[in-house]
DNA sequence: AAAAAAT
């Protein structure tokens, strides 16, 4: 199995503990500036940015300096993932440190069947990515422990634990294939579907395998029964269909949750992923993966994967280095329209993502952009699946090129030629204990997380029309211990040439190909 | 508060 060079092994146990129990919420402590200003815009204008000295030096680690400049995901050369520190415990059950689990530098390495490589090679893996490199090797060990791993967004989350699937699958026989013996839940119909897709191409040459998906359907035919050996869906649907015994859980080996972090603390979501595992034998090897596990929630993670192997990032390590993260002023929650569309005016560069707070919105952005001769599509959980379906096809392909949306696709969608985000309603949260408006750090991070993937560049723009937006906008900034650079609105070209200077030079090299 | 997710 796993390498032979054992390399350094970590001290485990102590340092996680410590890293959950600090504070996690930046935007408790919202920003100072408080007191009686006159307007938004002139704080904007008096704060001439970032204290932020303790970005820098703000973590020793007592876990694993990591590789250099090791190329990402793809392995595409001149794509570079940036230094962080991994921090990684181990379960007691591999808390050995002669243990060989440690890191492993080639696909190779891990022993995959010569139908596994094959597919990597075909979609261009040539060498794991940071996040791969840790995981795999404790995902692959027998007896199989559960996980939970975090990493930035578009870092090889999705093919980790889909390797992982694949090589736990038993299709000797036709009964075998048809048997569910993976399960994979995620917080939309999108990105299950999209994981559908890169567990067809991963799993190209595997003998046997079939890939089934559990999203709502829109007519009410149903089959008999799931006969597959992989089933990607929601958490309601695959609840359902495992009551009505359409979905047969006994030869269920590996549960994967994408996006845990989300799934667990939804309100719905996250009793129905814990009924659903309640239904899966109790050898099932659970994977919790995201690029956030806040505080609150990670309590959850861990009881939901008992004893599970743990590879986690600070957060200020969570940002991506190629999204250049940028605001701008809006004289008016009516002005962010006009701002928008002068946006478009001077900006075709690639495909682009606008995220709005409502369904209601998103559908009038459409309509009024539409009417005015943009071409623009909308998809929000209000439309119906094969319409949804339609729309996030379309803009895969290219055949659309701006889509408005709400947080129903900030998490995982994955289109490479996205080179811009916009957020038009800076995320936020409510607490309904002091009935306040809250930055919601996570939401922004995986929504512009949509952009820069594998290495690439990308810009997010966010829209500031009042006192509160900026705010949360700095609050979000500090969370992260990140730079987000005001634009002036007041000069269109110089808006024009940040842009267009970040987007250019896209590095991107077209070598992953999981959507089509 | 809004969004998603089951019907």
């Given at each position: 199995?796993?390498?032979?060079?054992?390399?350094?092994?970590?001290?485990?146990?102590?340092?996680?503990?410590?890293?959950?129990?600090?504070?996690?919420?930046a935007?408790?402590g919202?920003p100072?500036?408080?007191?009686?200003?006159?307007?938004?815009?002139?704080?904007?204008?008096?704060?001439?940015?970032?204290d932020d000295?303790?970005?820098?030096?703000?973590?020793?680690?007592?876990?694993?300096?990591?590789?250099?400049?090791?190329?990402?995901?793809?392995?595409?050369?001149?794509?570079?993932?940036?230094?962080?520190?991994?921090?990684?415990?181990?379960?007691?059950?591999?808390?050995?440190?002669?243990?060989?689990?440690?890191?492993?530098?080639?696909?190779?390495?891990?022993?995959?069947?010569?139908?596994?490589?094959?597919?990597?090679?075909?979609?261009?893996?040539?060498?794991?990515?940071?996040?791969?490199?840790?995981?795999?090797?404790?995902?692959?060990?027998?007896?199989?422990?559960?996980?939970?791993?975090?990493?930035?967004?578009?870092?090889?989350?999705?093919?980790?634990?889909?390797?992982?699937?694949?090589?736990?699958?038993?299709?000797?026989?036709?009964?075998?294939?048809?048997?569910?013996?993976?399960?994979?839940?995620?917080?939309?119909?999108?990105?299950?579907?999209?994981?559908?897709?890169?567990?067809?191409?991963?799993?190209?040459?595997?003998?046997?395998?079939?890939?089934?998906?559990?999203?709502?359907?829109?007519?009410?035919?149903?089959?008999?029964?799931?006969?597959?050996?992989?089933?990607?869906?929601?958490?309601?649907?695959?609840?359902?269909?495992?009551?009505?015994?359409?979905?047969?859980?006994?030869?269920?080996?590996?549960?994967?949750?994408?996006?845990?972090?989300?799934?667990?603390?939804?309100?719905?979501?996250?009793?129905?992923?814990?009924?659903?595992?309640?239904?899966?034998?109790?050898?099932?090897?659970?994977?919790?993966?995201?690029?956030?596990?806040?505080?609150?929630?990670?309590?959850?993670?861990?009881?939901?994967?008992?004893?599970?192997?743990?590879?986690?990032?600070?957060?200020?390590?969570?940002?991506?280095?190629?999204?250049?993260?940028?605001?701008?002023?809006?004289?008016?929650?009516?002005?962010?329209?006009?701002?928008?569309?002068?946006?478009?005016?001077?900006?075709?560069?690639?495909?682009?993502?606008?995220?709005?707070?409502?369904?209601?919105?998103?559908?009038?952005?459409?309509?009024?952009?539409?009417?005015?001769?943009?071409?623009?599509?909308?998809?929000?959980?209000?439309?119906?699946?094969?319409?949804?379906?339609?729309?996030?096809?379309?803009?895969?392909?290219?055949?659309?090129?701006?889509?408005?949306?709400?947080?129903?696709?900030?998490?995982?969608?994955?289109?490479?030629?996205?080179?811009?985000?916009?957020?038009?309603?800076?995320?936020?949260?409510?607490?309904?204990?002091?009935?306040?408006?809250?930055?919601?750090?996570?939401?922004?991070?995986?929504?512009?997380?949509?952009?820069?993937?594998?290495?690439?560049?990308?810009?997010?723009?966010?829209?500031?029309?009042?006192?509160?937006?900026?705010?949360?906008?700095m609050a979000i900034q500090d969370f992260f211990k990140?730079?987000?650079?005001?634009?002036?609105?007041?000069?269109?070209?110089?808006?024009?040439?940040?842009?267009?200077?970040?987007?250019?030079?896209?590095?991107?090299?077209?070598?992953?190909?999981?959507?089509?």
């Open positions: 199995m796993a390498s032979e060079q054992a390399a350094e092994v970590p001290k485990t146990g102590n340092s996680l503990e410590d890293r959950i129990s600090q504070p996690d919420d935007t408790s919202a100072q500036a408080s007191n009686t200003s006159t307007s938004w815009a002139d704080e904007v204008a008096s704060s001439t940015q970032n000295a303790g970005a820098a030096n703000k973590t020793q680690d007592t876990s694993i300096p990591q590789t250099d400049g090791a190329p990402s995901a793809l392995g595409g050369t001149d794509l570079h993932e940036p230094e962080y520190n991994v921090n990684v415990k181990l379960s007691d059950l591999q808390a050995d440190p002669n243990n060989p689990l440690f890191s492993i530098k080639t696909f190779e390495e891990l022993g995959l069947e010569p139908a596994i490589l094959r597919g990597l090679t075909m979609m261009n893996f040539r060498k794991p990515s940071k996040i791969q490199e840790r995981a795999l090797p404790l995902l692959l060990n027998n007896p199989p422990t559960n996980m939970i791993g975090q990493s930035q967004s578009g870092t090889g989350k999705t093919a980790a634990f889909v390797l992982n699937i694949l090589s736990r699958l038993d299709l000797s026989t036709p009964e075998m294939q048809k048997s569910p013996q993976a399960l994979v839940l995620a917080p939309s119909r999108e990105l299950a579907r999209q994981i559908v897709g890169v567990i067809q191409v991963m799993g190209s040459f595997v003998e046997g395998l079939v890939v089934g998906t559990a999203v709502p359907a829109d007519t009410h035919s149903r089959p008999s029964r799931l006969e597959c050996s992989v089933v990607v869906g929601t958490p309601g649907t695959v609840m359902d269909q495992i009551k009505k015994r359409i979905f047969l859980t006994q030869r269920l080996k590996v549960l994967v949750l994408d996006e845990a972090d989300n799934m667990l603390d939804l309100q719905g979501m996250g009793d129905q992923c814990i009924r659903v595992k309640q239904l899966l034998p109790k050898t099932v090897q659970v994977v919790l993966f995201s690029a956030t596990f806040p505080t609150h929630v990670h309590r959850y993670a861990s009881k939901f994967a008992p004893g599970a192997n743990e590879i986690t990032l600070e957060h200020e390590d969570l940002t991506v280095e190629g999204i250049k993260q940028l605001y701008l002023d809006c004289e008016s929650d009516e002005d962010k329209y006009n701002v928008l569309v002068k946006l478009y005016g001077l900006l075709t560069i690639g495909s682009s993502i606008i995220f709005v707070k409502t369904r209601q919105s998103a559908q009038e952005i459409e309509k009024r952009m539409t009417a005015e001769g943009h071409t623009v599509v909308s998809l929000t959980g209000g439309v119906e699946g094969s319409k949804r379906d339609d729309t996030i096809d379309k803009f895969r392909s290219g055949e659309a090129k701006v889509l408005i949306t709400t947080n129903v696709l900030a998490r995982g969608i994955d289109v490479s030629t996205v080179s811009m985000v916009i957020n038009y309603d800076i995320p936020e949260l409510h607490d309904p204990t002091s009935r306040q408006r809250k930055a919601d750090c996570q939401t922004y991070l995986h929504r512009i997380g949509r952009t820069g993937r594998f290495g690439r560049v990308g810009v997010s723009i966010s829209f500031v029309a009042n006192r509160e937006e900026w705010q949360m906008l990140t730079d987000i650079t005001r634009i002036d609105t007041r000069d269109w070209d110089e808006v024009e040439e940040i842009i267009k200077k970040t987007i250019k030079n896209p590095r991107s090299h077209a070598n992953y190909s999981q959507e089509q």
